[in-house]
Every structure is written in C-alpha cells, then in structure tokens.
C-alpha cells in the first residue's frame, strides 16, 4: 500500500461513515477544550522548543504576510506573531470548536487587529494564488485527508521566494528511543487522552496516524513533487519531531 493510501485509511472512528475531513473536525471539536493541555503536559513542554526552533527557519525571511493552516486553537500564530512580528496573520482550520477556543486567546491577547482565524480547509485554501511571504503548519499535514492536494494549494497561494515549514512528528528509529517512544505513544497517551481529554479515540488515532504519514526523503519528495523547491528536514529529539522547509 501507498504512503498516500496508508494516510488516507488511518482515521480516529473506524467505524464511521464520515469521511477522514469529517472525522478529524468532529474529533478536534470533542478536545478543544483540552488540547493545549494535553500538547504541553504529554511532550512535557518540550513542543514549545519545538515551535520556536521551526519559527527560527523564518526570520531571515521577514514575512509580511503569514498562513498558518491547521491552526487550531492559535498557539503557532500566537508564537509566529510574538518571535517574527508580521504585518498579519491568517490561521485557518476544519475544527470550529478549535477556532472558537484560539479567538478567545486571540483577543485576551488583544491580537484582533494581528491574527485573523477562520474556517478553512487546507485542500481548497479560499486565498488568490501568491498572497503569503510564509505558510507554517504545525502537527496538521498528517490530519489532510488529501496530502498532495493541500500541500499543492499551500503551494499556489505562496508568493515566489515565499517559504514553508512544516512541523510535524516522526518515528525515531534509534534504540532505545525507538522502544521508549513506542510505548508512551501506544499505551500512554490513548489512557491520557481518555482521562484528561475523555476521548480515547483521539489519542489512539495520534500515533496511528504518525507512523502512517510519509517522513524524511519521503516527504521531502512529495513537497518537490507538489511544486516546492529547496526542500529540506530537520529531525529533532531523536526524531521525535521533524522539521520540512521549502521555497516556491
């Protein structure tokens, strides 16, 4: 099977009739309002690190206009906004329980007039061609229910020269990292989700969808193939998490 079949197949409620895009907005919906928590308590902070150092891939950039698809609740708009001060930020997302809880944040922050969140989908971005200098995805490529469609589409509304990062986990493959990280993901994390988040589904569905997306040489083929150049990745925490950048 196909690294675009195994992505498209894995989904949080098997035996629903919904489809993948469906099944992901319902799924985010029921975690809203447990989802910051469970992304800072579960990686013990260490996905704050993570952002930062996929930002730091844009500041010679300078964007001036930002897209940060698969927004949810705002944190990497929030961040981007803070370490690289653009003129303007867009986050788009399916989950409009998501957004609901990111525009709260957004104006306690006071940020209204900075980050701009609505409804959107990855797959057909409702933006002119070359609108963004950067285009940031954070933990949300392997949620598309089509890759190649929205990595295309984030393709035609980056302006030439404009850049993407894409943050987004990955297997480590050294030992014992490798058996450790297996056992949190399998086990661990599907009891935390239940407890904290009361969905077992959500968490069990996170490292089923990890070790299906396509990672490393893999992915950077599919962002070549997609209309991007100068792709690169960056493996971080013993490949816990990874790093895609690449031009238009």
């Known amino acids: 099977m196909s690294d675009k079949a195994n992505v498209q197949k894995v989904v949080p409620y098997a035996e629903s009739k919904l489809s993948k895009k469906e099944q992901i907005a319902a799924m985010f919906n029921d975690i809203a309002f447990r989802y910051d928590f469970l992304n800072h308590f579960m990686s013990m902070g260490i996905d704050v690190l993570w952002r930062k150092k996929a930002l730091r891939q844009l500041k010679t950039l300078q964007p001036k206009q930002m897209l940060d698809v698969a927004t949810g609740t705002g944190d990497f708009a929030i961040m981007a906004n803070r370490l690289l001060q653009p003129d303007h930020i867009t986050g788009i997302d399916i989950s409009e329980g998501m957004l609901r809880f990111g525009q709260e944040k957004i104006t ?8 701009t969140l609505q409804a959107g989908d990855s797959e057909t971005i409702t933006f002119p061609d070359r609108t963004f200098d950067a285009i940031t995805v954070a933990f ?9 469609k929205g990595l295309s589409e984030m393709c035609r509304v980056l302006k030439p020269g404009g850049k993407l990062v894409i943050l987004e986990f990955s297997n480590p493959t050294v030992f014992p990292i490798k058996q450790l990280y297996n056992l ?32 490393g040489q893999v992915m950077c083929n599919i962002l070549t193939n997609t209309g991007f150049q100068s792709v690169t990745c960056k493996t971080l925490t013993f490949g816990i998490c990874s790093i895609y950048c690449a031009t238009r």
């Open 184 to 215: 949190y993901f399998r086990y661990i994390t599907p009891l935390l989700g239940k407890w904290i988040a009361k969905s077992q589904a959500a968490y069990s569905y996170l490292p089923d969808s990890v070790k299906a997306f396509p990672q």
């Open 108 to 115: 306690k922050l006071g940020l209204e007039n900075k980050i």
């Open 140 to 148: 949300g490529v392997r949620n598309f229910e089509n890759l190649e």
